[in-house]
């Protein structure tokens, strides 16, 4: 079964860090480029972090940069986000989700995890 | 302030048509392929439509999309009471090197 399922989520105070997992399963994980994108309570997507199928290629949203940091292990299966310096404004689902193009993305999101819930 | 701007809201009763618009710039929709995402209460988005007007199996032919220069529209035709969701829709920025969304657009079917 294809699938995407974030964890890590929880309540954690302001200027704490907390790190998210999104374990792949169903196919190639590592062929594909992977995105974090959030949603406050009542609010739009946002795209806040990006990474190439080999980790080589990496974007972060202005609100991410400096604090956020994303990785990948091919071996595991599995994407990460590791948060620092947390703000209330962070406060948000988080979904992990596949890049339709395979390698370095800039394809549509193809698959989508349950999201995970962030509190600060 | 999203990259990409939609309409907040449009309806239509049910059995019409309804056009949601994209808007972007020459950095983002001008020079890359638009996707639609639909967005249900309480859960994950749902690929709708990628490389502007292709629909991934099982999406219904109700959905189409088009692109002309930096502008993007989805069409809903049929209109059900099940479509009632939030729609979004998103590209790649080359500019920024990621991908951008708009604010999404609340459909109401009357």
């Known amino acids: 079964q294809v699938r995407l399922m974030e964890s890590g989520g929880g309540v954690v105070q302001s200027g704490r860090s907390l790190r998210l997992s999104c374990a792949a399963s169903?196919?190639?994980?590592?062929?594909?480029?992977m995105h974090w994108v959030r949603q406050a309570p009542g609010k739009g997507l946002e795209c806040v972090a990006f990474?190439?199928?080999?980790?080589?290629?990496?974007y972060y949203a202005d609100s991410a940069q400096g604090r956020f940091t994303i990785s990948r292990d091919n071996s595991k299966n599995r994407l990460y986000l590791e948060m620092n310096s947390l703000r209330p404004e962070d406060t948000a689902v988080y979904y992990c989700?596949?890049?339709?193009?395979?390698?370095?993305?800039?394809?549509?999101?193809?698959?989508w995890g349950q999201g995970t819930m962030v509190t600060v | 302030q999203s990259v990409l701007t939609q309409p907040p809201s449009v309806s239509a009763a049910p059995g019409q048509k309804v056009t949601i618009s994209c808007s972007g710039s020459?950095?983002?929709?001008?020079?890359?392929?638009v996707s639609w995402y639909r967005q249900l209460p309480g859960t994950a988005p749902k690929l709708l439509i990628y490389?502007?007007?292709k629909r991934p199996s099982g999406i219904p032919d109700r959905f189409s999309g088009s692109k002309s220069g930096t502008s993007a529209t989805l069409d809903i035709t049929g209109l059900q009471t099940g479509d009632e969701a939030d729609y979004y829709c998103?590209?790649?920025?080359?500019?920024?090197?990621?991908?951008?969304f708009g604010g999404g657009t609340k459909l109401t079917v009357l």
């Open positions: 989700a596949r890049d339709r193009n395979t390698g370095y993305g800039g394809g549509a999101f193809d698959l």
């Open positions: 169903g196919f190639t994980f590592r062929s594909y480029a």
């Open positions: 990474l190439s199928y080999d980790g080589t290629q990496k």
């Open positions: 020459s950095a983002n929709i001008g020079i890359n392929s």
């Open positions: 490389d502007n007007n």
């Open positions: 998103g590209t790649w920025d080359s500019s920024l090197r990621g991908g951008v």
